[in-house]
């Protein structure tokens, strides 16, 4: 604990306050009806906002962790009822000709609609995230370094990209003889367009950058990085994973060349649910993906001996799609573009802004730092705040469901899914965390007790001798 450090209960007054405003904002919340329709939301209390009584409840008091695996939405559990009773359960095989084979396309071109301003052929589904952004780099460098331009022997990107990124470039660098270029960044400010700037050059295949950082939330400035990536005559490829159905994406207006994301965090398609790949369309025909495999040939019952590669975005899918992984995919995606990425994008900014203003007032007197963007415009949907206690402060938390997540070495993110989240959830999830680390911070065996949210003290009741007990599986 530093001297300055100041672990005194917040006064009623203020908790009171912010309690007023996170229910004003959610009675308000034009968005606020659709929390209602996620599985473990209680249905007659979500319009309030209001959350489970503390303790192991079924479901959790606050879900701070969507932005790594979203809530499954009530309309999933349906259609993957249907889907096994009737699509697989009574069509079978049929069910291939008559719905599936296409499924990845359709999906693609429904999420670059509602979520990535993307037109239709230029998105499918299919793979994992980390596979298919093997596949764009591959085939991106395949086309610059090794077909048309040999002098472009480099691969930019940063260090702190999410480690799936770093890894598989490590991957395609040594397989083509080629060379990394790191970018420094800062962990709270991003991959600014000057580092990008400085990094490019004739030399340049391609950058692979995430458009929202995976652990401060910095949101990277798409249009004016491509502009420069472009300038320098290389490809750039955006990994969306934190972006997509958070914030807005333009990728056509802003000339992207390709991008991938995942669909388990914000799109809710379910732990695993395969990811998605934009190709720019006049980039489709003109490269070559290493995954050869049958599906995405031209003609996929042929069968013939060579591989062919079918025309447009078919040719970067390898093998039978995982149309089992693409169902709860599909009612998140339908949600949103009926929500508008824009109205959500303002919910999001207006949570995490909430998230901030409780975490300045009570968190940081307690030497807790915010390592996100204190401006909303270069901040995407969660927020990140730093302590040497929090690992710790997250293992107590997640005992008494209330779920945040945790990135070494010392970052808590508290994760705000526009749709998901009420104002009162993260009001109740920041006083826990408040409460949890004052508790660690007194070194008792128990919480420090609550403020009059019923919560704190509801935790602190069931905390005794947390402190001691062993990780959440983080
Ligand atoms: C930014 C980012 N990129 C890539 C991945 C890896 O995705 P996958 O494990 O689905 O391949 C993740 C996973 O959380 C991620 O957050």
């Not at 994008?345 to 915010?370: H, N, Q, Y």
Request: charged share 20%; proline share 6%.
């Amino acid at each position: 604990m530093t001297p300055s450090t100041d672990i005194s209960p917040a006064g009623n007054g203020s908790q009171d306050a912010h309690l007023a405003f996170a229910r004003r904002m959610d009675r308000i919340d034009g968005l606020g009806h659709y929390r209602r329709q996620f599985v473990g939301i209680d249905p007659a209390t979500a319009a309030a906002g209001a959350t489970g009584a503390a303790g192991h409840t079924p479901n959790p008091v606050a879900y701070l962790d969507g932005n790594s695996l979203g809530r499954p939405l009530r309309a999933s559990v349906a259609r993957i009822t249907e889907f096994l009773t009737h699509d697989w359960g009574t069509r079978l095989i049929r069910g291939w000709d008559e719905a599936w084979m296409d499924l990845p396309l359709k999906i693609g071109d429904d999420i670059g609609r509602a979520a990535l301003g993307a037109g239709p052929g230029q998105v499918f589904v299919g793979d994992s995230t980390t596979v298919l952004l093997y596949k764009l780099a591959r085939a991106a460098v395949d086309y610059l370094r090794v077909d048309t331009e040999p002098m472009r022997t480099e691969i930019v990107l940063d260090t702190d990209n999410f480690p799936t990124d770093r890894y598989l470039l490590e991957g395609v660098a040594a397989e083509r003889g080629m060379t990394l270029r790191w970018i420094h960044s800062d962990p709270a400010s991003g991959v600014t367009v000057e580092q990008v700037r400085q990094a490019v050059g004739p030399q340049t295949a391609l950058v692979l950058l995430s458009h929202v950082a995976y652990r401060s939330g910095f949101l990277a400035d798409m249009r004016a990085i491509t502009t420069v990536v472009h300038a320098a005559g290389g490809l750039v490829l955006w990994d969306l994973s934190h972006s997509v159905g958070s914030v807005v994406v333009e990728l056509d207006l802003c000339d992207v060349d390709l991008a991938v994301g995942c669909s388990y965090k914000y799109l809710n398609g379910g732990p695993g649910a395969p990811a998605f790949a934009y190709v720019r369309r006049d980039l489709q025909d003109v490269l070559t993906q290493p995954i050869q495999g049958w599906m995405g040939t031209k003609d996929v019952f042929t069968m013939g001996p060579g591989y062919v590669p079918a025309d447009g975005i078919r040719r970067f899918m390898s093998g039978t799609p995982p149309i089992v992984g693409m169902l709860a995919m599909q009612d998140s995606i339908a949600m949103i573009e009926e929500a508008g990425i824009d109205s959500l994008r303002a919910k999001s900014v207006a949570l995490t802004e909430f998230a901030l203003t409780l975490v300045d007032a009570w968190l940081a007197p307690m030497g807790v730092t915010v390592s996100s963007p204190r401006e909303p415009t270069h901040r995407g949907g969660h927020l990140t705040v730093n302590h040497p206690a929090m690992l710790q402060v997250t293992q107590i938390l997640w005992e008494h469901d209330v779920i945040p997540d945790f990135r070494t070495p010392d970052a808590l993110r508290i994760g705000l899914s526009p749709l998901s989240t009420s104002f009162v959830e993260t009001f109740e999830g920041v006083a826990a965390i408040r409460d949890v680390l004052r508790g660690v911070l007194l070194g008792q065996s128990g919480l420090a007790g609550g403020n009059g949210t019923g919560l704190g003290s509801g935790l602190g009741a069931g905390a005794a001798g947390a402190l001691g007990a062993p990780g959440v599986g983080l």
